[in-house]
């Protein structure tokens, strides 16, 4: 198992699928799921070091999630990813700061590779040191 590991949820599989090619081609190792449960309880057996949340999910939205990671004191790194506008992005990114969670940054959908590669290498936990 790779030392940096993603848990992504989000209910578009085709965002899962392509957030999964992009972070293993980072070296990532990944779990990608729609599910809030499976979210759960990966986040305990997976013990991920970056998490990527999307805000509008059908069964269970971000903010949700939010506040469930500040109660389990979660310490992966954590991206919001939503097709929201910038300012509900940031509104979501403020509300985990102010939870005391690490907030990492947010992506707007669509996603660009070459910002996601971007944003992983710069969460990649370095492996030399």
């Not at 070296?27 to 805000?55: E, H, Q, R």
């Not at 990492?104 to 944003?119: D, F, H, I, N």
């Amino acid at each position: 198992m790779s030392i940096n590991r993603l848990l992504l949820i989000d209910d578009d599989p085709d965002i899962g699928e392509f957030v999964r090619k992009v972070a293993e081609g980072a070296g990532y190792d990944v779990i990608s799921t729609s599910d809030p449960a499976t979210f759960k309880t990966s986040l305990d057996s997976f013990a991920p070091t970056v998490i990527m949340l999307d805000l509008a999910m059908p069964s269970m939205d971000g903010v949700e999630l939010i506040r469930f990671l500040a109660e389990r004191k979660c310490p992966a790194r954590i991206l919001i990813i939503s097709g929201f506008d910038s300012k509900m992005l940031d509104a979501a990114h403020r509300l985990g700061d102010a939870h005391g969670l690490p907030m990492a940054g947010v992506v707007q959908k669509p996603v660009r590779v070459a910002e996601l590669r971007q944003l992983l290498a710069g969460l990649s936990v370095d492996t030399a040191s």
